[in-house]
């Protein structure tokens, strides 16, 4: 029997997660490999699959990574289909990469536009605070407090840029370090 594989190149953290959560709710418990480069996405698909109570073992071969996750002694569901649980995002950079910088500003932008209703915040940090100098998109970021949901700035990032927060909330990078650091966000 072949073992479902899985490679993650090329792909943002919220794409993985995504597509690990699919093949998990397919095939339940099964054995996997996951591979990929970027050592963010490792961590936090790592993390993900932690919580899920899934043993990973790590395998470097070079720059790319290797997951090995060993099959569930018994399936775990993930989330019920009747409550899905709804993360805070955490914004690094301002546009989607590699590739086209436009491209990956305006589609990073249109994913912005479809953060759920109940997010419980948005926050922009390193290069994501650039964004603060386009109009369109500071359009789209009122647009998302106004339909509820909170919209912060590292602190430190604004400081390293000498930005202003203008108008958005200021928060200390703690809170959300801490969260980063135990793959309690969605890192876009």
Known sequence: MDILTLELLDVTVFQALLELRGLLADHPGEAML????????????????????????????????ELQVAQASRPVPLVSPAAPTVRPVLL???????????????????????????TPWL????????????????????GLRARGIPVHLSAASLAHGGQEAGGFDQVPDGGWQKLLARGGVTVL
């Open 34 to 65: 996951i591979r990929g480069e970027d050592d963010l996405l490792r961590v936090n698909v790592t993390g993900f699959l932690e919580k899920q109570g899934r043993a990973v073992r790590v395998v470097r071969q070079g720059a790319l990574w």
């Open 92 to 118: 690094l950079r301002s546009a989607f990469a590699p590739g086209d910088r436009a491209l990956g500003r305006r589609l990073l932008l249109e994913t912005l536009e479809q953060l759920e209703p109940g």
């Open 123 to 142: 926050c922009l940090a390193h290069q994501a605070v650039e964004l603060l100098d386009d109009p369109g998109a500071v359009g789209i970021l009122e």
